[in-house]
């Protein structure tokens, strides 16, 4: 097998290679812009040219892979008697390969290698198995790659990493799926890819196509996968029918019996290189299938596999009224997508294969992302009833699925089979809601729903349904209860053989068997009515009869005692909204114009802490003001203009489209901010965290918040808190909350379901059942608690005076005790809270009890013991940093060892308090640890004052790190912190303050931040503020959005980190690689708070001291003074005014200063544009 990494770095090689070739070719380049125009106006896309051509050339340098790939299998396997390429097998030796070309070289002087492997593509497309594969539509045609890329392309597979045989003596061609969905970065993350693995490929297909084959018959069993990817399914189902054709008339010459299956499978995907494999794929099991070992002599066999998205209209002959299963699109609407076809696209084949109600069977593994691409997304949004708010692609294949299938008629009968793998995340979030209560529940008739999200499915990040159903409606005369596999736990381990996991051999066992329960699955016959309300709940274990214990407890719900539960605000745009304090006051923004801003992720355990700050465009009364009315705020947010006024709101508009200037939040509901109490949450988090604010801050949608009626008191605020914050509230919120799972061990889900992940929305948050009575007392107490163990944090402790260590360390023992007495009365509070509801009928809690440490619980206790008898296997204990202990610690007062002792029986009992009393629902305490908190503020104090204006005060100066030491050594208390934080007494300044700010800068030229990916992107944004400033003058005219950066387009992680997607300063420092003094070998730094003004002023100093001081040439000083050019454009556009200090304006000081010193060193403009190349 070819290493993946090592194709993967072909691809990235083409890639670049075309872009270039791409350039040059005038006539190319235009035909490319003319398709790009027609897909923008077809609504196909809005980005920008440049973002559009990067997919275009991803899959051009895919195609001639993946080209290259097939070649190589057909010799090796000796599928085709001439070779091209060649390999270290015998039967297609390398050096024959080279000898040929050599030969064709001679006699071909003017051609080169890509002339070479397009003879080899030539043959292929000459032959009959082979000639879709290779047709006009491929792009190997229509983007000639160079001579030097053909020759390095070829001479990988010879004596490169691709030097492997691919031989197979079955003609396997499974690995063709994992070069699918690996091949190109670029493509994984835009389409998708993800290939759906055998067993659950077979699973799908054992419950849709032999039901369908019982039915309907072999001759009308036809089936399609719309998400065909790299033909999975299709594969699959042609392996049926080739076997029951055979079987059924075995005299039939197989020929003929491959054809007719063929033509009952059909694939569609919107990857082109996608359908290319599975066409090869499904063209080799034809040929296995028949006999035929050379392509030579092979029959003409019709693949019915086309490239298009299936998810448009291709025909005039679609339905547009079978209820909501069908689209609502206007005739003209029809007519201009029809219209247009990309160059990759089999249109004419996609009008007919995507023709509605025709499928007996409609299988497949639709993509879980959504739709980034605005035109698209609306598009799809017009065309598919249930896809609404910020829907996934899980919804419009969903009902496409169905709409393929036939449609049963009044009786039921002859409706086809619909199965699919699916994300859940419709389940339980709000654009899950139409599907489910509409279409689900009134258009079609589900027949099956497994939860597979506890099964190990290999490469699934996300968490993972399997729905079955028929295109019929519901109906007493036909339809019965709907079979459910409900999850009880996950996966413990990686299993070795996935299909052989506990959780999936639970699964295929028992879904013929309701009423059956293991530790994994429960399997049960469901009423229907359950599964046509959002959202759905498939927990098994109980869970379902626990929830109605809990709901029939209770008298009231949130929604009845709050004013309100949801969003305060959402920027749209936290890359440049949500910085660092640090970062508004160097832009010496006013504090008026910019708020504490509260994320989730800042919610924890009782409290929250707010690290950062959001940018404020609002008066005091919350109406949003001109930017312009403040200048430093209007520079900070200028820049990103046209990507904040294009970001997408609800329904899909853009902000400005929508009404709002470009500069506001995208939603601020000022009456939430008006009075000082609220009740915050985080809203994605593995456990419920909720905090009671007293005021000051803004929310982020992260940290929705409840607000209660005008005359709550803080009392009222602190009684719902408790019960909020209990470990009963964390079991019912989690059976009615979207499970967003993690990174896990390839599943999407973690090891243990403790580690998932979910979002707890607000709506299901109003539903939530309370109790007559509430832990008031207890809610208090830990409130209060939670206020001093935030004063002890090491970071408050540092936010005055200099940290000493004696102040540290104890306030390190203070932190230690009160988070234990947290972790008891947290305890306290839970097992009150289930007395409140009547899950246990004694109380439990205690009034006094002693602190205690993480692994001293009940429920602890009870876990480490079914450890300790090898029952489980657990991370909790190791993860947590506690130590399992399977006795009641003699130390604790007889009481409590008497209570603890219950609480355990109760545990082991009382199988409602067992499944609330485990990890899943019991809070973690969970901090970085004391050590690293301490760092982190002993490191923040130091970088605050290495920012102090006495050390970068007067003219603006870069300074080297060694000068900066140099200044710091009389300053006692940073010698003493830094001491502290570098943990040694005996420290050299300069290498501690290196190490210090290596995080912390990002260099001033372009082409030292980013790689050519993000100096690309950086030429589009360059043009939008271009644009920018002539819609400032006046001018009409439409500015494209440019791109968003990604981490991979910066030379440096940090750099990332600093600048993130809108590429917004952070950074504290500003870095000048390559400028410092001679025999100075530290890193020269300036302080990132210096206007453009002051930067220009700090590399004129530097070039002028290192030309007049130091007598650099022209090769070191021209690096500056690219580094003025850089800054020209803003000097212009913020200060083209007489300035103090100046002879007119700074602008055009610079602009003469800049020409000057160019002149004086017989350069131009042009050699600047080197620095902008990468370094």
């Known amino acids: 097998m070819i290493e993946l990494k090592a194709l993967q770095g072909q691809v990235k090689f083409l890639v670049d290679d075309l872009r270039e070739v791409v350039a040059a070719n005038d006539e190319l380049r235009s035909s490319l812009k003319g398709e790009w125009k027609a897909a923008g106006k077809a609504q196909r896309t809005a980005g920008t040219f440049e973002s559009w ?215 569609v995907d919107i990857n082109p290189f996608a359908v290319a494999v599975a066409r090869f794929r499904l063209m080799i099991a034809a ?95 017009k065309r598919y009833s249930a896809c609404s708010g910020k829907y996934a692609l899980t919804v419009p294949f969903a009902q496409l699925f169905f709409k393929l299938g036939r449609r049963g008629d009044n009786n039921g009968d002859g409706a086809g089979y619909v199965g699919q793998i699916t994300a859940n995340s419709f389940m339980k979030r709000e654009f899950g809601k139409k599907l ?41 005369r036909y339809s019965g209860h709907i079979r459910a596999i409900l999850g009880v736990r996950g996966e413990p381990s990686q299993p070795a053989d996935p299909a052989a996991g506990l959780v999936w051999s639970a699964i295929v066992r028992q879904i013929d068997e309701p009423s059956s329960e293991s530790q994994w699955v429960s399997s049960t016959d469901l009423d229907r009515s359950v599964l046509t309300r959002h959202p759905w709940s498939l927990t098994g274990g109980g869970a379902s009869a626990l929830m109605e214990e809990i709901n029939a407890g209770s008298p009231s719900k949130i929604a009845q005692i709050a004013d309100s539960v949801g969003i305060t605000s959402f920027t749209l745009e936290d890359d440049l909204y949500v910085q660092p304090t640090k970062s508004f006051l160097r832009r010496r923004i006013p504090a008026s114009y910019h708020r504490p801003m509260v994320l989730g992720d800042g919610i924890r355990d009782w409290d929250l802490t707010v690290p950062d700050e959001a940018a404020f465009p609002y008066d005091v009364d919350f109406n949003p003001v001109d930017t312009r009315e403040c ?157 001093r163990l935030a004063a002890l944090d090491p970071t408050e402790i540092s936010r005055g005076a200099a940290p000493t260590r004696d102040l540290l360390a104890q306030a390190r023992d203070a932190w230690s005790t009160m988070r234990a007495r947290m972790i008891a009365l947290q305890e306290e509070l839970d097992w009150q809270t289930y007395h409140l509801y009547g899950l246990i009928d004694d109380d439990l809690s205690l009034d006094d009890v002693p602190p205690i440490g993480l692994g001293e619980r009940a429920f602890e206790i009870v876990l480490a013991r079914e450890v300790a008898a090898g029952e489980i296997e657990t991370q909790w204990f190791e993860r947590h940093g506690s130590r399992p202990i399977t006795e009641l610690p003699s130390h604790w007062p ?86 502290l934080w570098a943990g040694s007494d005996q420290l050299d300044v300069a290498k501690a303050l290196s190490r210090l700010v290596a995080d912390e800068h990002v260099p001033y030229l372009p082409s030292l931040r980013y790689n050519p990916t993000g100096l690309r992107k950086r030429v589009q944004w360059e043009r939008t503020w271009e644009l920018q400033r002539r819609e400032d003058d006046g001018e009409k005219i439409d500015i494209p959005v440019p791109p968003k950066y990604g981490s991979g387009d910066f030379a440096k992680t940090s750099y990332w980190r600093n600048r993130g997607k809108l590429d917004v300063p952070k950074e504290r420092f500003v870095s000048y690689p390559g400028a410092g003094r001679d025999g100075d070998a530290t890193l020269l730094l300036g302080w990132a708070g210096w206007d453009h003004v002051a930067q220009a002023q700090a590399l004129a100093t530097v070039y002028l001291d290192r030309k007049m001081q130091a007598g650099w040439g022209k090769e070191g000083l021209l690096p500056l003074l690219a580094g003025v050019a850089e800054l020209e454009p803003w000097l212009k556009q913020w200060f083209d005014e007489p300035r103090p200090g100046f002879p007119g304006s700074p602008a055009k000081f610079f602009t003469t200063f800049l020409d000057g010193e160019l002149a004086n060193l017989g350069a131009d403009r042009g050699d600047l544009r080197t620095f902008r190349e990468p370094a």
């Open 53 to 267: 051509l990067e997919d275009v050339l991803d899959q051009a340098a895919v195609a001639w892979v993946l080209g290259c790939v097939f070649v190589r299998f057909c010799e090796d396997n000796e599928l085709i008697s001439k070779i091209w390429i060649g390999g270290p097998t015998s039967v297609a030796p390398a050096e024959r390969a080279v000898q040929d070309r050599q030969g064709y070289l001679v006699s071909n002087p003017r051609n080169n290698d890509r002339h070479w492997l397009r003879e080899a593509f030539t043959y292929l497309a000459g032959l009959r198995p082979t000639g879709k594969i290779f047709d006009k539509h491929n792009p190997v045609w229509r983007f000639d790659i160079s001579g030097l890329a053909a020759e390095k392309l070829s001479e990988f597979f010879r004596r490169g990493d691709g030097y492997v045989s691919l031989q197979s003596s079955g003609l396997e061609t499974r690995f063709l799926g994992d070069l699918y969905q690996n091949l190109s970065a670029h493509a994984r993350e835009t389409y998708a890819l993800l290939q759906t693995p055998e067993f659950v490929e077979e699973f799908i297909l054992d419950r849709t196509f032999e039901p369908a084959y019982k039915e309907f018959g072999l001759v009308e069993t036809k089936v399609i996968d719309p998400t065909c990817g790299s033909g999975h399914f299709v594969l699959g189902a042609f392996d049926r029918l080739i076997n029951r054709w055979k079987e059924r008339e075995p005299a039939t010459d197989v020929r003929e019996l491959v054809q007719r299956a063929l033509d009952q499978v059909t694939g």
């Open 287 to 381: 040929l296995n299938a028949c006999g035929v070992k050379e392509l030579e002599t092979a029959p003409t066999f019709n693949l019915r596999l086309a490239v298009g998205d299936s998810l448009l209209g291709w025909s005039r002959e679609e339905s547009t009224h079978q209820g909501q299963l069908d689209v609502d699109v206007q005739q003209d609407r029809e007519e201009e997508e029809k219209a247009f076809a990309y160059y990759s696209e089999d249109f004419d084949e996609l009008a007919q294969y995507l023709r509605p109600n025709q499928y007996s069977v409609v299988v497949g593994n639709p993509p879980y992302i959504t739709v980034k691409e605005k035109a698209l997304n609306d598009l799809y949004r």
């Open 436 to 476: 489910i209560n509409e279409f689900f529940a009134g258009e079609v008739e589900l027949i099956e729903v497994v939860d597979v999200s506890g099964a190990y499915v290999p490469g699934h990040g996300t968490p993972t349904v399997v729905l079955i159903g028929q295109n019929r409606l519901v109906s007493q």
């Open 631 to 787: 200048e430093p705020l209007h520079r900070f947010m200028w820049p990103a203009k046209t990507s904040i006024s294009n970001s997408l709101m609800f329904g899909n508009q853009t902000k400005v489209d929508s009404g709002l200037s470009w500069s506001e939040f995208g939603r601020l509901t000022a009456s939430k901010l008006r009075s000082p109490l609220s009740i915050a949450f985080a809203e994605v988090a593995t456990h419920n965290h909720f905090v009671l604010d007293r005021g000051g801050n803004v929310f982020k949608q992260t940290a929705p918040v409840i607000k209660l009626t005008s005359v709550a008191t803080e009392d009222d605020h602190l009684q719902l808190l408790g019960v909020l914050n209990s470990s009963t509230a964390c079991f019912w919120l989690k059976q009615v909350s979207h499970n967003k799972a993690g990174s896990g061990i390839g599943r999407g889900i973690q090891p243990e379901s403790w580690m998932d992940r979910y979002q707890f929305n607000a709506t299901k948050l109003e539903s939530f059942p309370l109790p007559a009575e509430y832990p008031h007392r207890l809610a208090t107490i830990l409130d209060q608690s939670a206020a």
């Open 894 to 979: 007889e009481e409590y060892r008497a209570v603890v002792a219950k609480r355990i029986a109760v545990i082991e009992s009382d199988r409602n308090i067992g499944l609330i009393e485990r990890p899943e629902c019991k809070r973690r305490w969970a901090t970085k640890g004391w050590d690293a908190m301490q760092a982190e503020a002993l490191r923040r104090w130091l970088l605050d004052r290495l920012e102090a204006p006495g050390l970068w005060g007067g003219a603006p100066t870069p300074l080297s790190v060694v000068q900066l030491a140099d200044r710091l050594r009389q300053d006692d208390d940073f010698q003493s912190v830094l001491s």
